[in-house]
């Protein structure tokens, strides 16, 4: 398949001759050509002047096509799923509403700038409050993300969000619960499966003893439950429901504390039934649900209120300080990169933790090993471990000092 041209496009001004000459390559469907200047000032002249005269691969489209074309594109590519490619979309056309059919070129700095402080200081429908410094930071990173695109694919020739720096610092994760309030926690959600049967309260420990989504346990069939309740298939191939992404899938052990309770949820139903769904066919209950049962456990165990996604931050932080290595805990938790498990869900601080707990259970072993404490060698010791060559020459400079002296 022949490769397309790339979009005519400007490249530099680069520095030559220990700064005493600048080029700037133009680049369009007849190759490229370069010109030269005497300063950095006449150079980006030249640049605009070319920019104007180059014709633009985005003429006449508006930013809407931009977007539309952007999500497109990373859906092809594989960089995201649908589903999210169609959030990011969508907020993208709610945050640049106002601009959406004006010509691409039309957004400026100035007017990106007007946009970022506009959405910094609105307040929003749902709180009356202006956005948290996550929310906004992440539209502004949606939009970077859009326009680096659009100036790669040479529709522009520099991003209008290319200088705007993000304001406020965001939250340091989500709130999780300490070890022993999800010790709390997971008594009070046993106790009420025991005792009134209630699926989701089962369903809200599954997710924190197995660090899965609440989506993946929802999707969670009869016949996932495999090897006598010791193992759970998570995401399974042979499943509708694929994953948040190309990691999700996974077989996770089943702690014995869950196994009985959940053979005898599965018991007698069909195999494709859902899990925790509802009834004996068992209709897929909806994530909210989730959110308003994890509330009701926290409330009812006396601990802090939390998401559902944050208990997944409790397994996280629990696999990183008991040792495990870290592609195993975001390999268990269905991520690609321990990078995103560090960021976002371990509590700060446990991974360095974790690494100076190693490297002192390293240096015991050692000594262990060594036997005895180690003590301060003694004179003759020392003299005795010496090479016989150095311990020839230190009498002798000792004859020489004795020497002098006398």
Same mark, same amino acid.
């Given at each position: 398949m022949p490769r397309s041209k790339a979009p005519p496009r400007i490249k530099g001004p680069y520095s030559e001759r220990g700064g005493t000459r600048f080029r700037i390559r133009i680049c369009d469907a007849t190759g490229h050509r370069d010109l030269y200047f005497s300063t950095r000032q006449e150079a980006l002249a030249g640049i605009k002047q070319a920019f104007c005269e180059l014709p633009s691969s985005a003429q006449g489209r508006s930013l809407a096509e931009i977007i539309d074309a952007y999500v497109e594109h990373k859906v092809q590519q594989g960089v995201c799923s649908a589903r999210t490619a169609e959030e990011h979309r969508a907020r993208l056309r709610w945050w640049l509403d106002g601009s959406l059919q004006d010509d691409l070129a039309k957004l400026t700095a100035k007017r990106a700038a007007a946009l970022y402080e506009h959405l910094v200081q609105t307040p929003t429908g749902k709180t009356g409050q202006p956005p948290t410094a996550a929310t906004h930071r992440y539209y502004l990173k949606l939009a970077k993300a859009l326009f680096r695109w659009a100036v790669g694919r040479g529709y522009l020739r520099e991003s209008p969000f290319l200088r705007i720096q993000p304001v406020g610092r965001p939250n340091r994760g989500k709130k999780q619960l300490r070890f022993d309030e999800a010790q709390q926690f997971i008594t009070t959600a046993l106790q009420q499966f025991d005792e009134q049967q209630d699926v989701m309260a089962l369903a809200a420990v599954t997710a924190l003893l197995l660090g899965c989504r609440s989506s993946?346990?929802?999707?969670?069939?009869? *016949?996932?439950?495999?090897?006598?309740?010791?193992?759970?298939?998570?995401?399974?191939?042979?499943?509708?429901?694929?994953?948040?992404?190309?990691? &999700?899938?996974?077989?996770?052990?089943?702690?014995?504390?869950? *196994?009985? *309770?959940l053979l005898q949820l599965a018991a007698d139903r069909a195999p494709a039934a859902y899990l925790f769904g509802q009834g004996r066919t068992g209709k897929p209950k909806c994530r909210q649900l989730m959110y308003s049962t994890v509330k009701r456990l926290c409330v009812a165990a006396g601990v802090p209120v939390v998401c559902p996604h944050s208990l997944r931050g409790v397994w996280a932080t629990a696999g990183v300080r008991s040792g495990a290595l870290s592609h195993t805990v975001a390999a268990a938790l269905g991520h690609g990169s321990f990078a995103v498990t560090a960021k976002h869900y371990v509590q700060p601080g446990a991974v360095e933790r974790t690494r100076t707990q190693r490297l002192v259970q390293m240096l015991d072993l050692d000594a262990a090993q060594l036997g005895a404490q180690p003590s301060t060698p003694?004179?003759?010791?020392?003299?005795?471990?010496?090479?016989?060559?150095?311990? &020839? *020459?230190?009498?002798?400079l000792a004859n020489q000092t004795r020497e002098q002296k006398a």
């Open positions: 993946e346990v929802l999707q969670l069939r009869v *016949r996932d439950l495999d090897c006598g309740g010791t193992k759970l298939w998570v995401a399974a191939l042979d499943s509708d429901y694929r994953g948040k992404t190309a990691n &999700a899938a996974r077989d996770p052990d089943v702690p014995e504390i869950l *196994r009985p *309770r003694s004179a003759e010791q020392l003299l005795a471990s010496l090479p016989s060559a150095t311990l &020839a *020459r230190l009498i002798e």
